[in-house]
């Protein structure tokens, strides 16, 4: 399960504070397992996700997994389309 995640405080200030995307997983739906760093994915050194990424959709299509997610200012700056490489 990928979702995003903030602090409490400072979330809209341009920090690390601001929304990152996370990763859960679970073999029985009951009990889950966070493992961020399991993700694949970060915020970028620079441009319109280097801020801020929030709001993942993940699908799959013809056989690939994509993600599609916003980034800064909640997807003001643009929304990126990842793509799952095994």
Not at 58 to 73: D, S
Request: charged share 20%; with cysteine; net charge negative.
């Amino acid at each position: 399960m990928y979702f995003c995640y903030r602090e409490a405080h400072g979330f809209r200030q341009q920090s690390s504070n601001a929304y990152r995307l996370g990763y859960a997983y679970s073999h029985d739906l009951i009990d889950w397992v966070r493992d961020d760093a399991a993700a694949g994915i970060d915020v970028s050194q620079q441009g319109w996700d280097s801020q801020m990424q929030c709001y993942p959709h993940t699908f799959e299509l013809q056989g690939k997994i994509y993600m599609l997610y916003n980034g800064n200012e909640f997807g003001r700056r643009g929304f990126g389309l990842a793509v799952l490489e095994e």
